[in-house]
């Protein structure tokens, strides 16, 4: 690798680019990045937690580069120079394609995808036509399959692009059929989310997220399995990895999940949702946020200006207009209906960053065989006892959010076969060890018995969180000795 430029990051100290992947980050559509926030709004509950998708790329980009060169040194004949470059470009442009506030602004798009599919948004003159209707969809997760449309379609990166081959790009960001490069990046343990727990530590201060990524790598060997080439890792990197999947569970509980925040991306989520639908009833730019069929479009026609744009700035200028909007509708009609003063109050508490704590709080583990009927049986109570509990706190139903959601240590469950019968998904995603006084034989890390991870990989934290929205904190005390009143009895 002929690295010619650097970046300067707060997690790793200098990273290294060629020539090419620096010219990449020069692009329009990748200093986009810059203005996407890694955690969306989570810097109203962690002040530092500033750090955008431009340095989680970086990040990606450096540590897929280390895992390489491991692998390299082992079996050189695996990976040869032209695809550990594609495999780094891949990794540097794997999120170019995040909508604003990242996953929150994918979870919105995803949820009122089928709502939106069977009305007709734009006559068919709209949809482009020639090169911009037939470029190929990969099939990923939403950010990935608009990141692959991205590369394919953005002017000045396929020009750059020119010397690679994109399909093979577009195949490593979505997970396509090569085991081995996709749990290098889309793995229970790859560089994607070994670098994005070190950088929500690193910027939220939450020290829980740190792991010891240079040993784990330097464990790393390759294995066959139904004739594909997998990453295994020696026994010496067993405590490493089981600290790593505990870290990634407690980095989740304490941010991710953390009472406040989950709030704060279930009010960014409805007003998200919102701004997109509303715009199918009216013409009125005040509220307009792109759908997902919106976004393909301004990509395939190389819409710069709109594409270039759409990042979280966008997102709170067109807030700010829609509550001006709201207020003046409040004013003018003698007040709001139910969605239009939840949505107001909504992006009040988040301008204001002032978001309220919850009411209510229980969590309980549960097996993973029960997790879905457990969690569907809270969800139903909480629908019956809704009125009570309104009626109790004396407030609108439309106030009181009840949120039912779920932790776990590990995807996998113990138990999976290694060899005949195990899907490609489970061996790529799932992480591999070497089995003890057994040469050449490995199994997945769930069915290590001796770690935390695998005696805990069958259950599964429920977790049940209510919060009302409000502006008078001196209540919540109240609030909250109602609510235990009502459903310490019942959950």
Known sequence: MD???????????????TEEEYKVTQTPVFQRLHFIRQLAFANLIFPSANHTRFSHSLGVTDILHKMVEQIRSSCPELINDEQHRHLRMAALLHDVGHLPLSHIGERATQAISN?????????????????????????GKLHESLSAEVIQS????????????????????????????TQLLHSELDADRIDYLLRDANSTGVVYGLHDFPKIISHMQISTIEDESVVVF???????????LLSRYFMMSQVLKNPKLILTDKLCQDVY??????????????????????????????DRHKLYDYNDNFFIVKMRLLHDCLDKIDKESGGL???GKYINDSIKLLLSGQIPDHIYQKSIFVSKDS?????????????????????ELGVPESAIVCQVDDLKVTKLRTGYPIGDGAGKQDISEGIHIFKEHEQDARDYFVNESSTISGQMADKANLMLIIHVITFDKEKLSEYESVASKVLDNVF
């Open 115 to 139: 709502e939106i599919s069977d009305r007709e948004i734009f006559s068919s003159d709209d949809q482009g036509d020639g090169e911009g209707s037939t470029v190929p969809q990969f099939v």
């Open 337 to 339: 209906d139910g969605p």
């Open 154 to 181: 953005d002017g000045i990166l396929v020009d750059l692009l020119k010397d690679f081959n994109v399909d093979l790009l577009c195949n490593i960001i979505v997970g396509g059929e090569n085991s081995l490069y």
């Open 3 to 17: 690295f010619k430029h650097r970046y300067f990051d707060s997690v790793y100290g200098y990273i290294y680019l």
């Open 371 to 391: 997790l879905d009927s457990t969690k569907k049986r809270w969800e139903r109570t909480l629908d019956e006892l809704l009125p009570a509990l309104s009626k």
């Open 234 to 244: 020696e026994r010496k990197a067993l405590l490493p990895i089981d600290h790593y």
């Open 273 to 302: 949702e919102y701004m997109i639908l509303n715009k199918l009833d009216k013409d009125d730019a005040v509220t307009i946020l792109y759908d997902e069929h919106e976004f393909r479009k301004h990509i395939r026609n190389d």
